[in-house]
């Protein structure tokens, strides 16, 4: 019998045939970096990160080697979330270990002669992951209490941020509590 931690309760389900789809949240990137932005511009999301005076330090020691061969635990999405003609870059960083994210970035491109990347955005929260949802940023981070396993958070926070004025600005919020499945230990009562 197959069982596994699923924060939402579905249980084991069966998803169909593997086709080139993106990575699921707290995935590995096995694409060797640099990656190329859908306009074929290159862009080493690594190399960006750490020279990145914000990122933090802890980060930073995470991208000092790949987790195999070359698969740096980075996933990176472009997409328009600042209004600016070129893609901004969404950068997600996780744990090889166990693929947990420990920070989550934009970069905007900066534009006139010097270009290169301006960091917008930076959440270095454990378990955070960014991406983007009808053309907002959103972020979601996994809620553990004092008990939870790393498999089995107990919620989710999830917020989503609208560029306005130069940077972004909180939009909507939610949170969500997991329903754990707990063992019947003959306390309950039957209907």
């Not at 924060?7 to 190329?36: C, D, L």
């Not at 960083?93 to 990347?117: H, N």
Request: proline content about 7%; aromatic content about 8%.
């Amino acid at each position: 019998m197959l069982a596994g931690c699923n924060p939402g309760g579905e249980g084991v389900r069966s998803e169909g045939s593997a086709g080139p789809t993106p990575a699921p949240k707290g995935a590995v990137n096995t694409t060797p970096t640099p990656t190329s932005t859908p306009r074929g511009q290159k862009v080493n999301a690594v190399q960006l990160l750490r020279g990145d005076p914000k990122v933090g330090a802890y980060v930073k020691k995470t991208l000092y080697k790949p987790c195999a061969a070359d698969a740096y635990p980075v996933e990176v999405t472009y997409a328009s979330l600042t209004g600016n003609s070129s893609p901004d870059i969404i950068v997600n960083v996780m744990t090889c270990a166990d693929s947990v994210g420990i920070g989550s970035y934009v970069y905007r491109k900066r534009s006139g002669a010097q270009g290169g990347y301006d960091e917008v955005y930076g959440n270095e929260e454990p378990s955070v992951y960014a991406g983007i949802n009808k053309g907002e940023l959103e972020v979601s981070r996994q809620t553990y209490a004092a008990r939870d396993k790393l498999c089995c958070p107990s919620g989710e926070d999830v917020i989503s941020y609208r560029w306005k004025g130069g940077h972004f600005i909180q939009h909507t919020s939610s949170h969500t509590d997991y329903n754990k499945a707990t063992p019947d230990d003959g306390t309950a009562s039957e209907g």
